[in-house]
């Protein structure tokens, strides 16, 4: 079922992909942040928003290498939106966060790896 999802319908993930992308940057880059509820939650947050990211741009192909590339570009977004944080008031730059990022992008890649969702691409 996962499987017949991803592949017949990228459009509407390569769609989901770029306003994902563009709804990271928003919520990355602007001010405030309160008290959190429970201790390290965030990390949690950035570890599932992460690899919701990751499973959508599983949806954008069938190639295991291009679904591979998505994967970095997406762990580099997560660390570049930390440094840019570090010059928005009221936010700072968190080591543990680029940790959580790239956790959840790394699990739902070896979730997806195993499932063998993704196809080598064909040689010519």
Not at 46 to 72: D, N, R
Not at 78 to 98: H, K, N, T, W, Y
Request: hydrophobic share 50%; with cysteine; charged share 15%.
């Amino acid at each position: 079922m996962i499987k017949t999802l991803l592949s017949q319908y990228p459009i509407p993930f390569r769609i989901a992909f770029a306003f994902y992308t563009l709804l990271v940057l928003w919520a990355s880059l602007r001010t405030g942040g309160g008290p959190q509820p429970i201790e390290h939650f965030d990390k949690v947050m950035h570890f599932s928003f992460y690899g919701l990211f990751t499973v959508i741009a599983a949806g954008c192909t069938t190639q295991k290498k291009t679904f591979l590339q998505l994967s970095i570009f997406i762990a580099g977004y997560g660390a570049l939106m930390e440094v840019f944080q570090s010059f928005v008031p009221s936010r700072f730059m968190s080591l543990a966060d680029i940790l959580a990022n790239t956790s959840g992008v790394m699990v739902v890649v070896f979730y997806f790896l195993k499932l063998r969702l993704h196809r080598e691409p064909q040689s010519e």
